[in-house]
Antibody, heavy 118, light 110 residues
């Protein structure tokens, strides 16, 4: 069974870059699409973007200018970089797998709270 | 790309049925049968309940069903149980390799 685990700093200063890694176990990232989703405290879910095993990416238009998603197939990981963060980027960040061609998120990490504060 | 519209809250009594709507546009919900629904309990990661509009993943109760009409998708939960109390989110493919979520609906089982 595929499992996903987010890791990275839980506190980031304003204007700096938020960097998270998702480690996939029980399956290879060399198939499927892999995505990041976030949820500000007390608010709804927001899709950030995805990466395909080929390296192809797609991003939420509202975040596209600040986001980069990359992958490390040798370590079965994919990563999120969000630049120039503000307090509005404080959220629980989830990594998830997009299942097949159905464009749904069929497997999720437990989520990681990242706080933007000086 | 705007968030899909869901009611902020719905409620029902045990044993009853409720329906949560998810309204988009002709660019997302109206153009694709690629709507999914997620259940999220407090402090937990979302769980996939419905995909491709009306299909249930293995292990999801058949009390959960999905449908679509025009630009609006719906999630129906029949035979409400206390454990169904949670937040529910819809999500749709929005073209151009992008996805969009709804704002979420809090379900209270009274």
């Amino acid at each position: 069974q595929v499992q996903l685990q987010e890791s990275g700093p839980g506190l980031v200063k304003p204007s700096e870059t938020l960097s998270l890694t998702c480690t996939v176990s029980g399956g290879s990232i060399s198939s499927y699409y892999w995505s990041w989703i976030r949820q500000p405290p007390g608010k709804g879910l927001e899709w950030i973007g995805y990466i395909y095993h080929s390296g192809t990416t797609s991003y939420n238009p509202s975040l596209k200018s600040r986001v980069t998603i990359s992958r490390d197939t040798s370590n079965n990981q994919f990563s999120l970089n969000l630049r120039s963060v503000t307090a509005a980027d404080t959220a629980v960040y989830y990594c998830a797998r997009i299942g097949g061609g159905s464009w749904d998120f069929d497997c999720w990490g437990q989520g990681m709270l990242v706080t933007v504060s000086s | 790309q705007s968030a899909l519209t869901q009611p902020a809250s719905v409620s029902g009594s045990p044993g009853q049925s409720i329906t949560i709507s998810c309204t988009g546009t002709s660019s997302d919900v109206g153009s694709y049968t690629l709507v999914s629904w997620y259940q999220q309990h407090p402090g937990k990661a979302p769980k996939l309940m419905i995909y491709e509009g009306s299909k249930r993943p293995s292990g999801v109760s058949n009390r959960f069903s999905g449908s679509k009409s025009g630009n609006t998708a719906s999630l129906t939960i029949s035979g409400l149980q206390a454990e169904d109390e949670a937040d529910y989110y819809c999500c749709s493919y929005a073209g151009g390799s992008t996805l969009v979520f709804g704002g979420g609906t809090k379900l209270a089982v009274l």
